[in-house]
Each structure stands twice: as structure tokens, then as C-alpha cells.
């Protein structure tokens, strides 16, 4: 039984398409996180959500929008496509606090 | 949090220890020192963390310096499947953002 998933693995789109990625976690846990990972590896936060409450924006563009309807789903929603959005993305969740996070295995989304 | 610096590559034998150094010189009193690895087009992996003392797991053991100036993180018997990027990170816990700040890592490659 899967912790954190992801849906979709793979997602390859046109520039200027709107598309979501899906996150749950079974861990019972207060905080969940988008994480982008480019091409060049670097892992870097997006946003984080506390009990459905948003606490971390990291001046991420507008046309990524993250909603946590409940405390066990977190999705991001992508408007307006960019190929500069390729990239693999990770949700996480963690106890609050950041201790012990759990990652999902990653959507690889194509811009093309 | 404070910043560190990993090495950007290592090699290490199959069966042989592996030793992870990570330098962490500005390190505050109440910042914790954690080690993730996140083998290929997987998410992220936690493996363990420490304040002072020296910790063990099943995954790895967790040397700290007196001086908290540095960490090494020891894989005592490397597998082909320990390959992998290893980030070390330090943070406050509990944060009050609750983000992991994720650096360039090492690579570990483990050869047979």
C-alpha cells in the first residue's frame, strides 16, 4: 500500500495546455509538499500545506495553483504550459513540523 | 538553516563501507544534521538524522564531530543498489516552515 502517490507517472502535454497532478498519502500526516526537480537535478520546494492551510509559497508563478481538499491530498494545478515546466515533480508529506518526510516516486511532466 | 558542502562524486567497492562526508561549519545549537538519497527517477529517501550524538539504524550510521562542524554518513556494506545521490541537510526540528532545502548531493556510485 502505496504511502505517498502520485497519479499521473508520466504526463506529456502541449505548451499552453492547463494540467493537474494528483498527490495522496495514507500516513496520517499534518503537512504535505510539492517538490520541483529540473533538469539539472536541483530539488526545490514549492509549496507546503499544513492541515489544508497553506504555509510555504516559494514565489512560485501564479499559474501554479495547489489545493488541499482534505489534510491526505494535495494537488497542483498548472495553468497555461510552459516548456520551461518540464520537469519532474514530487510530493512529499511530513509529520508537522518537517520531521521524517515521505516522497512519492515523482510525475515527469513534458512540455512539448 | 545552515549550508553544506558535500563532495560531488564517489566511488566505493561493492561490500566495502561507504563513508558520506558532509562539512555543516555554521551549524546552530539546535539544528539537526539529516541524510536523504534519492536513487535514479526515484523520490527521495530519508536515512537518518542526529543532533550530537552518533546514530545507527538499519540503513546507515551517523558520525557527528565534537564540534558538530561536520558529519559523515556510513553505508557500512555498499550494494550495487546504494547507488544513489546522498543530500545531507540541516534544519531545525521541529521547523517552523517544516521545508527541506535540498543542495547538490553526492553521487555515490558503487562498482563491483
Known amino acids: 500500500d502505496t504511502a505517498v502517490s502520485q497519479t499521473p507517472k508520466y504526463l506529456v502535454t502541449q505548451m499552453g495546455n492547463d494540467k493537474s497532478i494528483k498527490c495522496e498519502q495514507n500516513?496520517?500526516?499534518?503537512?504535505m509538499y510539492w517538490y520541483k526537480q529540473d533538469s539539472k537535478k536541483f530539488l526545490k520546494i514549492m509549496f507546503s500545506?499544513?492541515?489544508?492551510?497553506?504555509?510555504i509559497n516559494e514565489t512560485v508563478p501564479n499559474r501554479f495553483s495547489p489545493k488541499s481538499p482534505d489534510k491526505a491530498h494535495l494537488n497542483l494545478h498548472i495553468n497555461s504550459l510552459e516548456l520551461g515546466d518540464s520537469a519532474v515533480y514530487f510530493c512529499?508529506?511530513?509529520?508537522?513540523?518537517?520531521?521524517?518526510?515521505?516522497f512519492g516516486s515523482g510525475t515527469r511532466l513534458t512540455v512539448v | 538553516d545552515a549550508k553544506t558542502t558535500q563532495p560531488p562524486s564517489m566511488d566505493c567497492a561493492e561490500g566495502r563501507a561507504a563513508n558520506l562526508p558532509c562539512n555543516h561549519s555554521?551549524?546552530?545549537?539546535?539544528?539537526?544534521v539529516y541524510w536523504y538519497r534519492q536513487i535514479h527517477s526515484q523520490g527521495p529517501q530519508y536515512i537518518i538524522h542526529?543532533?550530537?550524538n552518533n546514530e545507527t539504524n538499519e540503513m546507515a550510521s551517523l558520525i557527528i564531530t565534537e564540534d558538530r562542524k561536520s558529519s559523515t554518513l556510513i553505508l557500512p556494506h555498499a550494494t550495487l543498489r546504494d547507488t544513489a545521490v546522498y543530500y545531507c541537510?540541516?534544519?531545525?526540528?521541529?521547523?517552523?516552515?517544516?521545508?527541506?532545502?535540498f543542495g547538490q548531493g553526492t553521487t555515490l556510485q558503487v562498482k563491483p
Open positions: 555554521t551549524i546552530s545549537g539546535n539544528e539537526y
Open positions: 500516513l496520517g500526516h499534518d503537512t
Open positions: 542526529g543532533l550530537k
Open positions: 500545506y499544513n492541515n489544508k492551510e497553506l504555509i
Open positions: 512529499a508529506s511530513s509529520p508537522h513540523g518537517g520531521y521524517g518526510y515521505t
Open positions: 541537510i540541516v534544519r531545525v526540528e521541529p521547523g517552523n516552515t517544516g521545508k527541506l532545502i
